[in-house]
C-alpha cells in the first residue's frame, strides 16, 4: 500500500491569507514543507480520501493522476474537505469523457449536507437520488460507526469521529497493510477505542491542528495528538514499527516543519508535508 498526502493543512491552508505570524512567515519565505493544502490523501493511486478544494493543484504537483480513482472516502462535508464543484463536473452536461464509476463511501449525514452543496452549483442535485447517482456515475455506500465496506480491493471500516455530526474517521486495508486516517477529531471516543481494538494498525495520520499549548474547538492540539498517539501504540493497536503521522495542521502556535519535526520525533509521532509518499508496512 501506498499513502500520498495530497495536503496537509487545516481549513485555511499555509501561508494563511493575509497572515504575519511566525508559521505564515516562515512559509512565505522558505516555501517547501511549510506550504501546506488543505488536507486529503491518495492510497494507491485510485482511492481518495476527501475530495477538497486543492486536490487538483496537489495532483498536478505530486503526479496523482485523479482519473484513475475507483474510490472516494469523504470524512465530512466542510468545505475545506469537500468541493462539490470537483464532483459536479463528472455530469454529461460538463461533457466530460472517459468517467470511470466511482464508489462513494460516507456518513448518511455527510451525503445529505453533499446534497446540499451540489444543490447550489446544479439546482435539483441530489446524492440521495438514484437518477442524480446514475448522471454523476457514482455508486453510494452510506457508512455508520462500526461499518465495513468491500470497495475495489479494499476494505474500509467507519469510526465515528468527535468533530461535528456525521464525521467519519476510516481504516482502510488492502489485505497486507491497514492505516487509520483520523483527522477532524477531537480524542477518540470510548467506542472508536473498542472498535480500534479489533486491528492492528501500520499507519495512523490524525488530526494536529493546533501547536503545542494551543486550544481550540473541535481539534487536537500538539499534545493531544501525541496523548492519542502513546495511547494507540500501549493498546498494541498500533504495531511495532508502524508510523504515525501528524496531518491537518493549522498555523495557529505552529513552528515552521523542522522545528515542529523535532518535536514530534522526540514524542513518537512524525510531521507529514504535502506529497509525501508512504510505502506500507514498513519494511
Same mark, same amino acid.
Given at each position: 500500500?501506498?499513502?500520498?498526502?495530497?495536503?496537509?493543512?487545516?481549513?485555511?491552508?499555509?501561508?494563511?491569507?493575509?497572515?504575519?505570524?511566525?508559521?505564515?512567515?516562515?512559509?512565505?519565505?522558505?516555501?517547501?514543507?511549510?506550504?501546506?493544502?488543505?488536507?486529503?490523501?491518495?492510497?494507491?493511486? !485510485?482511492?481518495?480520501?476527501?475530495?477538497?478544494?486543492?486536490?487538483?493543484?496537489?495532483?498536478?504537483?505530486?503526479?496523482?493522476?485523479?482519473?484513475?480513482?475507483?474510490?472516494?472516502?469523504?470524512?465530512?462535508?466542510?468545505?475545506?474537505?469537500?468541493?462539490?464543484?470537483?464532483?459536479?463536473?463528472?455530469?454529461?452536461?460538463?461533457?466530460?469523457?472517459?468517467?470511470?464509476?466511482? !464508489?462513494?463511501?460516507?456518513?448518511?449525514?455527510?451525503?445529505?449536507?453533499?446534497?446540499?452543496?451540489?444543490?447550489?452549483?446544479?439546482?435539483?442535485?441530489?446524492?440521495?437520488?438514484?437518477?442524480?447517482?446514475?448522471?454523476?456515475?457514482?455508486?453510494?455506500?452510506?457508512?455508520?460507526?462500526?461499518?465495513?465496506?468491500?470497495?475495489?480491493?479494499?476494505?474500509?471500516?467507519?469510526?465515528?469521529?468527535?468533530?461535528?455530526?456525521?464525521?467519519? %474517521?476510516?481504516?482502510?486495508?488492502?489485505?497486507?497493510? *491497514?492505516?487509520?486516517?483520523?483527522?477532524?477529531?477531537?480524542?477518540?471516543?470510548?467506542?472508536?477505542?473498542?472498535? %480500534?481494538?479489533?486491528?492492528?494498525?501500520?499507519?495512523?495520520?490524525?488530526?494536529?491542528?493546533?501547536?503545542?499549548?494551543?486550544?481550540?474547538?473541535?481539534?487536537?492540539?500538539?499534545?493531544? *495528538?501525541?496523548?492519542?498517539?502513546?495511547?494507540?501504540?500501549?493498546?498494541?493497536?498500533?504495531?511495532?514499527?508502524?508510523?504515525?503521522?501528524?496531518?491537518?495542521?493549522?498555523?495557529?502556535?505552529?513552528?515552521?516543519?523542522?522545528?515542529?519535526?523535532?518535536?514530534?520525533?522526540?514524542?513518537?509521532?512524525?510531521?507529514?508535508?504535502?506529497?509525501?509518499?508512504?510505502?506500507?508496512?514498513?519494511?
Amino acid at each position: 500500500m501506498e499513502v500520498t498526502f495530497l495536503g496537509t493543512a487545516a481549513a485555511t491552508a499555509c501561508p494563511m491569507v493575509f497572515c504575519s505570524c511566525p508559521m505564515c512567515s516562515a512559509a512565505w519565505k522558505r516555501g517547501g514543507k511549510d506550504l501546506r493544502r488543505r488536507s486529503s490523501a491518495l492510497v494507491n493511486g !485510485d482511492l481518495i480520501i476527501d475530495l477538497g478544494p486543492d486536490v487538483m493543484t496537489a495532483a498536478f504537483d505530486f503526479g496523482a493522476d485523479i482519473r484513475k480513482a475507483s474510490v472516494l472516502l469523504q470524512t465530512h462535508a466542510h468545505s475545506d474537505h469537500f468541493d462539490a464543484g470537483h464532483l459536479i463536473t463528472r455530469l454529461p452536461e460538463y461533457a466530460p469523457e472517459g468517467i470511470r464509476p466511482l !464508489d462513494l463511501a460516507a456518513s448518511p449525514e455527510t451525503i445529505r449536507r453533499m446534497s446540499e452543496r451540489l444543490s447550489l452549483e446544479e439546482p435539483g442535485a441530489s446524492l440521495e437520488k438514484a437518477e442524480w447517482q446514475e448522471r454523476l456515475k457514482l455508486r453510494l455506500h452510506p457508512l455508520r460507526h462500526g461499518d465495513s465496506a468491500a470497495l475495489s480491493g479494499y476494505t474500509v471500516t467507519a469510526v465515528e469521529s468527535a468533530h461535528d455530526s456525521g464525521a467519519l %474517521l476510516f481504516v482502510v486495508s488492502d489485505g497486507e497493510a *491497514a492505516f487509520l486516517y483520523a483527522t477532524d477529531t477531537v480524542r477518540l471516543t470510548d467506542r472508536a477505542m473498542d472498535l %480500534l481494538k479489533g486491528f492492528r494498525l501500520d499507519m495512523i495520520a490524525i488530526d494536529h491542528t493546533y501547536g503545542p499549548g494551543v486550544r481550540g474547538g473541535g481539534h487536537l492540539n500538539a499534545e493531544q *495528538a501525541a496523548e492519542e498517539i502513546a495511547l494507540l501504540r500501549a493498546e498494541g493497536i498500533l504495531k511495532p514499527g508502524s508510523r504515525a503521522f501528524a496531518t491537518h495542521l493549522s498555523h495557529e502556535g505552529m513552528p515552521p516543519y523542522e522545528e515542529m519535526s523535532e518535536y514530534a520525533r522526540a514524542r513518537g509521532y512524525e510531521i507529514a508535508w504535502d506529497g509525501l509518499r508512504v510505502r506500507l508496512p514498513s519494511r
